[in-house]
């Protein structure tokens, strides 16, 4: 059972920095998957998390960024809403939600993203099986 934290997905702040925007002042597209990725972090690889072990081996395998909305330094920081979209034996998929700070999570997203993670295998340059409490902790983030 999700706790009401967890109904919505995994929830994080993450501060647009100055270099983040472009000459049309709102974050530049390479920028954005970068902040993807900072928001990824405090999820997923803290310690103590059953995934902090991704922190030594995951690639990217697919990256989806829609734009639905400008984001500018001063939406900062950004809300950024995530969860589990799918989950098998080597690889899963996160779905975002990104807004400007403060706004309601039953406002539009101005970012919608996905990124496909696989579990990789530094040593042997292969991918590997996620563990069955990678899965587990995964799957509880599912959203229905």
């Avoid at 990725?37 to 081996?57: C, K, Q, S």
């Avoid at 690639?59 to 639905?68: E, F, G, K, N, S």
């Avoid at 975002?96 to 539009?108: L, M, N």
């Avoid at 997203?109 to 530094?122: G, Y």
Wanted: hydrophobic share 40%.
């Amino acid at each position: 059972m999700k706790d009401a934290a967890e109904q919505f997905g995994f929830r994080t702040e993450v501060v647009v920095r100055w270099s983040d925007m472009d000459a049309f002042q709102h974050v530049n597209h390479a920028r954005m998957v970068t902040l993807l990725e900072e928001a990824r972090i405090p999820w997923l690889f803290a310690d103590g998390r059953p995934t902090v072990n991704l922190r030594d081996g995951a690639v990217i395998a697919d990256l989806h960024v829609r734009y639905r909305g400008q984001l500018r330094h001063e939406d900062s920081p950004l809300d950024v809403v995530m969860w589990t979209e799918q989950v098998r034996a080597v690889d899963f998929t996160i779905g975002y939600e990104v807004r400007p700070g403060g706004a309601p999570v039953d406002t539009p997203p101005s970012i919608v993203a996905s990124t496909q993670i696989a579990a990789f295998d530094i040593d042997t340059q292969r991918l590997r099986r996620l563990t069955a409490a990678e899965r587990e902790f995964l799957q509880r983030w599912r959203r229905d």
